[in-house]
């Protein structure tokens, strides 16, 4: 599946070392990913030469007031200290934007090579870290998850449409999305 071309820049925000959005827009030129972590950065930089990249936090983005005409971060809310921050910056830079981010009440930890099963809904530190290594996951990785509840998306996001993600008809991760210009 291809993206759709769009006018104006199309920001990938906590895109990490490769951009999977930009191999799908026909421009990859449009596309800004934009990491905190420099190194990641650099890697997406190699990867893919004509792929804008920027270093920078996303809760302080360096663009004008809906400058961006799209937003995708995929997975990257629940991984920042200020949930809060993000949730205004992406709203403050776009005209449309989509937020992925798992539901950290679906009954299998999705942040790990391999789901764990019940993680999140065990309580005692040692044992994550035992089921961590038994599913080669790292337990420093997944213990710096803080989930963000359907409840505060809500919230962060007042003007959005949530929909789910389902797999075997639970809410495995929720959607965010919303655009400036009516669909």
Partial sequence: MRVESTSGFILDLGGGPASFFAEKFPKREQVILVDIDYRLALKAKT???NLNVLVADGGNLPFANQGIALTICNSVIEHVDRPDKLATEIQRVSKAYFLQTPNGRFPFETHSFIAIPFYNFIPWAWLKKRL???FGASFEYVSSVHY???????HLFPKAQLSYEKFL???????IQWNTRKL
């Fill in 47 to 49: 990867k893919q030469a």
């Fill in 132 to 134: 961590c290594q038994l």
């Fill in 148 to 154: 963000v509840p359907e409840q505060e998306l809500r």
């Fill in 169 to 175: 008809g639970l809410h495995k991760s929720f959607y």
